[in-house]
């Protein structure tokens, strides 16, 4: 086995490596530390280690009760995968895979052209596309689109910006509708 130049010179320490690495850079100085790297290699120091932590757990091998994480915090993930499905989120995303199973039915049945294919398409596609359209707009929960996706990316700011907007937008429409309205009453009136 080859042996590298710091095994086999043990009185190397940080000036000769800086000097063999092409001088004494003052800017190494602090950077290379004096290690003894037998004890290094070996873990001289590893028993004295295990010996100070209280949480060290001899181990058992015919114990199957045996953790060797015991005590050290929880390790269990405590979120439901219902719940995470079942929220606005979740279904939007679950509306949307059924979407694409039934773009994938329509696909299959265009090129396939046999008539369990059309009729599996003519199943599956209507709802799944009506299910998505569904979905997608109670995610958007009558905000723009724009403003669901800025606040999912975490640009509040920007979101908040948009969403005033189209709500100044939605109140122009608005009152342009009540002046038509009452523009129409008046032309009813005076005729």
Request: aromatic share 6%; proline share 5%; no cysteine.
């Amino acid at each position: 086995m080859k042996r590298s130049r710091l095994q086999s010179d043990p009185d190397l320490d940080a000036s000769k490596l800086g000097s063999s690495l092409g001088g004494t850079d003052p800017a190494l100085d602090d950077t290379v530390a004096d290690v003894d790297v037998d004890e290094a290699l070996t873990g001289a120091d590893a028993d004295a280690l295990e010996d100070e932590d209280p949480r060290h757990v001899a181990y058992d091998e015919d114990d199957p009760g045996f953790d060797p994480e015991a005590g050290r915090g929880s390790i269990a993930n405590k979120t439901s995968i219902s719940g995470a499905v079942l929220n606005e989120s979740g279904l939007f995303i679950l509306g949307a895979i059924a979407a694409l199973a039934g773009l994938t039915s329509v696909i299959f049945a265009v090129f396939m052209q046999s008539r369990p294919y059309i009729i599996a398409a003519i199943v599956i596609a209507p709802p799944a596309f009506i299910w998505f359209i569904l979905r997608w707009r109670k995610w958007l929960g009558r905000a723009p689109y724009l403003y669901r996706l800025l606040s999912s990316l975490g640009e509040r700011e920007d979101a908040e910006d948009v969403l005033e907007q189209h709500v100044q937008k939605k109140e122009a429409k608005i009152r342009n509708k009540i002046a038509k309205l009452e523009a129409q009453q008046a032309t009813a009136r005076e005729g």
